[in-house]
C-alpha cells in the first residue's frame, strides 16, 4: 500500500474568508483563523506544508474577553538592554495598535517554525466593517 503524500497548493488555488468579530471572545476567535490559516480544515492537511487559506477580518478590535482580562491581561516587549522590559495591558493595547491584540493571540496559536510568517501573512485586519478585497469573492463564515 502506498503513502499519499499531499502537494503544495499554488497560490491562486486558496480561498477567502471573512469573519466579523464584533462580539465574539478573542480566545475562541483566535482559535478559528489559526485552523484556516494552517490549512487543517482542508483534507490535504499536513503539518509541514503551507496548504491555508486567506483570512479577513473585519471589527478585529471590537472581540469581548471574559472576567478582568481587559485590565489583568498584559503583553511583555523587552529592548534588550538592562531593565528594558516594558509591561502593557490590554486596553492600553487596544487604544495605541488596535489589531496587534488578534494578530498575537493568532500568532500564538500558529505552528513556532518557519511557516508561521507566511501563514500570518494571509491574515487581513480591519477595524471597520468594510474591507478591500471585494475582487477575490470572500466567503462569510459566521
Sequence with gaps: MKTISPKQ????????????AKGLTLGKLATKISVILMGKNKVSFAPFLDNGDYVIVLNCDKFSVTGKKM?????????????GL????????????PAKAL????????????????????????????????AQNPELIK
Excluded at 516594558?86 to 495598535?97: G, M, Y
Excluded at 517554525?113 to 478591500?132: S, V
Design 9 to 20: 497548493v499554488k497560490g491562486n488555488e486558496r480561498k477567502w474568508y471573512v469573519i466579523d
Design 71 to 83: 485590565s489583568d491581561k498584559k503583553y511583555y516587549t523587552h529592548s534588550g538592554y538592562l531593565w
Design 86 to 97: 516594558k509591561e502593557t495591558s490590554l486596553e492600553a493595547l487596544l487604544e495605541k495598535k
Design 103 to 134: 494578530e498575537l493571540a493568532v500568532s500564538g496559536m500558529l505552528p513556532k517554525n518557519k511557516l508561521r510568517a507566511w501563514m500570518l501573512a494571509r491574515l487581513k485586519l480591519f477595524t471597520w466593517d468594510e474591507h478591500t478585497y471585494v
